[in-house]
């Protein structure tokens, strides 16, 4: 039997996109066309903060965090170090036992407070499945999951300008084996890359000092994952993501950060058979696009992402998705988010809103987010996210009070 993908046809159809079903008007179901990519879980904000500000990151505060967003941002962290927890229950509209767990941290190194190392430990849980045999009755009991690990460098160039790698391991295990059937399915491993760049100055404006920063990161430059022994092999979610953050004071203690996010993934787009002539020529042609498709080279899929759209100029366009988000702080103790993301309703038609808050002591900070889908039936509705970070500066007080 080959793997059962029984809970992943969820991941497929409702993971990454706003509704569970596309409009009904027959343009928008002929151009429909969301990219396709295995391991989709890694393209799920696994912060409350980021997720409260509409899903982006590039360029805003460094933060436990920033593996995920941009870890060239570690170099110009304030703290010596921090580690991070988050839980996030996904598609609780359809089912109540899928999530994502995270944990993020990085380190400062040396006495020139240029540079860090980081890393993140990321588990999506499927839930439980059950199996049938072709009696109908149940034969297994399993927790499909797809897992990665990743260890970062991030370095100062100078001192407006960082950049940072992430070097990260995949496995995806969304199927089984039945012993009667003979077939040892095996889940898919993968390896990937990150490399992005920080760069952050402090204008004046008036008689205030404000922040203006820009962040890129291309992220998930790797290999293909290989489904069911290498017989359906599937690109990593490779993205681009652009982003700005300016911060301007209000008054004493109190702050205001504008972000902007853009993102691309940097994945061809399948043909799609409607695309070619409804005859034998058209049908010959489009199996052997598929098939081009299915053969490309994850590094060859980079270059074809930016030419492939049927549509030319204005489909590479909406394959853009972007977020804007404000953060609202007090004496940066306080925090209160909102933010919007929004992808074309060609593209998967995620648009929701997302609002959060967060506390800050000395040694943690806890933040809560929770996102309003924008689109009717979206089972992405109601999502609530909950980050918990522990200050490392923090903590060496502490205990070297005690001592």
Request: hydrophobic share 35%; net charge negative.
């Amino acid at each position: 039997m080959k793997p059962a993908l029984i809970k992943s046809t969820i991941i497929g159809s409702a993971l990454l996109l706003g509704s569970t079903a596309v409009n009904a008007d027959d343009n928008i179901k002929n151009e429909f066309n969301p990219i396709e990519t295995g391991v989709t879980s890694l393209s799920i904000a696994p912060d409350a903060r980021g997720a409260a500000m509409g899903d982006l990151g590039a360029a805003t505060d460094p933060d436990a965090y920033s593996q995920f967003w941009n870890p060239s941002k570690y170099a110009f962290a304030y703290s010596q170090g921090a580690v991070s927890l988050s839980y996030t229950p996904w598609l609780r509209k359809l089912v109540n036992d899928i999530f994502l767990a995270d944990v993020s941290g990085y380190w400062k190194l040396g006495s020139n407070d240029n540079q860090a190392i980081s890393a993140s430990l990321r588990y999506f849980s499927l839930g439980e499945v059950n199996t049938n045999d072709p009696s109908g009755v149940t034969s297994q009991s399993l927790n499909p999951y797809e897992l990665a690990v990743d260890v970062g460098y991030s370095r100062k160039l100078s001192e407006k300008f960082s950049m940072g790698v992430v070097f990260r391991y995949i496995y995806s295990d969304l199927g089984f084996s039945n012993s009667y059937a003979g077939d040892q399915t095996v889940g898919a491993s993968a390896f990937s890359a990150d490399i992005s760049g920080y760069y952050t100055t402090y204008p004046i404006i008036g008689r205030n000092e404000c922040q203006w920063s820009w962040g890129w990161n291309i992220s998930n430059i790797g290999t293909k994952v290989n489904y069911n022994n290498g017989e359906d092999p599937a690109f990593l979610p490779t993205n681009l993501r652009l982003g700005t953050t300016f911060m301007f004071p209000l008054a004493d203690y109190h702050n205001l950060a504008l972000s902007l996010d853009l993102n691309k993934l940097l994945v061809p787009a399948r043909p799609r058979e409607s695309d070619y002539a409804d005859d034998a020529d058209g049908e010959r042609e489009y199996l052997d696009a598929l098939q081009e498709w299915q053969d490309m080279s994850p590094i060859t899929g980079i270059f074809k992402s930016f030419s492939d759209a049927p549509g030319g100029m204005k489909e590479e366009l909406r394959e853009i998705t972007y977020s804007l988000g404000a953060e609202y702080s007090y004496n940066q103790q306080f925090f209160l988010r909102a933010g919007y993301y929004h992808e074309n309703q060609y593209k998967g038609n995620r648009q929701y809103f997302g609002i959060g808050a967060g506390f800050s002591l000395n040694v943690l900070r806890l933040d809560a987010s929770y996102m309003i889908a924008t689109a009717q039936q979206s089972p992405l509705d109601q999502t609530l996210r909950f980050s918990l970070t522990f200050d490392m500066d923090g903590l060496s007080e502490i205990f070297g009070k005690r001592k």
